[in-house]
């Protein structure tokens, strides 16, 4: 009885946490997919992110932790992106890239406005780090 009554708790304050993650950016749904501390690099972990873009969705403008190094592979779809000034570029399905401690990401958008856009984000960052993405207001 009381096992039940904690899981329905969790369950609720996890939706909770859900809709309010989506209602602050809409267009996109990130979860945690993976976290796991690196055993011989005490005091990093690598952490896996899933960022779904609906048809046309985006990004605000963001930065990552600056312990933060990102390999992503863009899994469904195609991702418009833009960092540190660079060149605009599209990466399609199977297509990756990364960032390194301290990128400015400026642009991260769905490049369709009809599909539907998946990529992975694979993060090796300090094992202490909850916040992800800062984002820009």
Known sequence: MIRTFLCATALVFASAAAVSADDDHSDEKVTVVYDQPLP?????????????????????????????????????GAITSRVNGGPVTVYHAGENFSEFPGDHHAVSENASKTERARLLAVFVVDTNETNLTTYEK
Request: proline share 11%.
């Open 40 to 76: 011989n690099v005490p005091g990093k972990s690598m952490k896996g992110v899933l960022v779904e873009y609906a048809p046309g969705g985006s990004s605000p403008a963001h930065t990552h932790p600056k312990s933060a190094f990102i390999y992503a592979t863009v899994l469904e």
